[in-house]
C-alpha cells in the first residue's frame, strides 16, 4: 500500500513563506493527477493547486500568484511553495495524488501550516 507523507508545515509570520513536500512511499503508476488541498477549522478541504498529468495547472484565486506546485519526478515527489503566506492560508495540508489503472486517490495525512499576523 502506498502512503503519502508530507512535510514542510510549521509557524510562519505572515509575509513569510514555506515549502511543502509530498512524498510517496512506493511507486505511483499511470499518474493523472498531483495536488495539495487545505482544510481550515470549521471548513470544508479545498484545492489549492492542482496539477494534469497532461500538465496543465490549476489555483484558485485566493492563492495565485503566492503559491507553486511542482513535480520532481526522479524523486517521485511534489512540492508546494507558499510565498507571501497570511493568516487566512491557516489550515492543514493534504497532499493527494490519483494514479494507477483504477485511478486510486491517495492522500497524506496532511501537515499543519499556521500563519501568525
Known amino acids: 500500500q502506498v502512503q503519502l507523507v508530507e512535510s514542510g508545515g510549521g509557524l510562519v509570520q505572515a509575509g513569510g513563506s514555506l515549502r511543502l513536500s509530498c512524498a510517496a512511499s512506493g511507486i505511483i503508476y499511470g499518474i493523472t493527477f498531483m495536488g495539495w488541498f487545505r482544510q481550515a477549522p470549521g471548513k470544508q478541504r479545498e484545492l489549492v493547486a492542482g496539477?494534469?498529468?497532461?500538465?496543465?495547472?490549476n489555483y484558485p484565486d485566493s492563492v495565485k500568484g503566492r503559491f507553486t506546485i511542482a513535480r520532481d519526478n526522479v524523486k517521485n515527489t511534489v512540492s508546494l511553495q507558499m510565498n507571501d503566506l497570511k493568516p487566512e492560508d491557516t489550515a492543514v495540508y493534504y497532499c493527494?495524488?490519483?494514479?494507477?489503472?483504477?485511478?486510486?486517490?491517495?492522500w497524506g495525512k496532511g501537515t499543519l501550516v499556521t500563519v501568525s499576523s
Open positions: 496539477m494534469l498529468s497532461g500538465g496543465s495547472i
Open positions: 493527494k495524488v490519483i494514479g494507477g489503472y483504477k485511478a486510486v486517490a491517495y
